[in-house]
């Protein structure tokens, strides 16, 4: 199974500042398509995941542009360029190149 | 926009089978693909198998054993059966559209396997 890594673990941001979290692949995800399946979940406390982005770096529609996703075979970065307090929640990466489809562990991003 | 809503019961006992169904309402289920993902609590996300609105399936191979996904077109549904179950099959169960990716999902049903 691919393995996917994400860090940091944990991610106290001030409001208004920038936030980064790395996902890493055990393997590259490149598709025979030529396409990157590499996706990015955001789960609020007591929320269902919602889907951010797509293929490394489009966003799903109705999510704020302060969100972005960045990075190619098996080093990808999801960015908040300011942070806002309904940010708070778990983020997730996940793989959908190769089966079985796996999650990161997760980065909790909470407010200092 | 779909809507998806999961439904089956929340307690099972040991050893029995976990049956939960996933019922699609503001569109079609037919032309798209259709997973089962789970969340023990407290802990990360697990993809269990996808199913497309033909019957064909890709499961989890840790879990491909115990697990049958099923689609019921005429009723706008898709299920889910895990058998034998174990302790380590509390979870959150979700249902969500997608493949390769998953674009919508269900609130969630918590299931705890417990005598």
């Known amino acids: 199974d691919v393995v996917m890594t994400q860090s940091p673990l944990s991610l106290p941001v001030t409001l208004g500042q920038p936030a980064s979290i790395s996902c890493r692949s055990s393997?590259?995800?490149?598709?025979?398509?030529?396409?990157?399946?590499l996706n990015w979940f955001q789960q609020r406390p007591g929320q269902s995941p919602r889907r951010l982005i797509y293929?490394?770096?489009d966003r799903d529609s109705g999510v704020p542009d302060r969100f972005s996703g960045s990075g190619s075979g098996t080093d990808f970065t999801l960015k908040i360029s300011r942070v806002e307090a309904e940010d708070v929640g778990v983020y997730y990466c996940?793989?959908?190149?190769?089966?079985?489809?796996?999650f990161g562990g997760g980065t909790k991003v909470e407010i200092k | 926009q779909v809507q998806l809503q999961e439904s089956g019961p929340g307690l099972v006992k040991p050893s029995e089978t976990l049956s939960l169904t996933c019922t699609v309402s503001?569109?079609?289920?037919?032309?798209?693909?259709w997973s089962w993902i789970r969340q023990p609590p407290g802990k990360g996300l697990e993809w269990i198998g996808y199913i497309y609105y033909n019957g064909s399936t890709n499961y989890n191979p840790s879990l491909k054993s115990r697990v049958t996904i099923s689609v019921d077109t005429s009723k706008n549904q898709f299920s889910l059966k895990l058998s034998s179950v174990t302790a380590a099959d509390t979870a959150v169960y979700y249902c969500a559209r997608g493949q390769r990716g998953m674009p919508q999902w269900g609130q969630g049903t918590l299931v705890t396997v417990s005598s």
């Open positions: 393997q590259s995800l490149v598709y025979s398509d030529g396409d990157t399946y």
């Open positions: 293929k490394v770096s």
């Open positions: 996940m793989q959908g190149t190769h089966w079985p489809l796996t």
């Open positions: 503001g569109g079609s289920i037919n032309n798209y693909h």
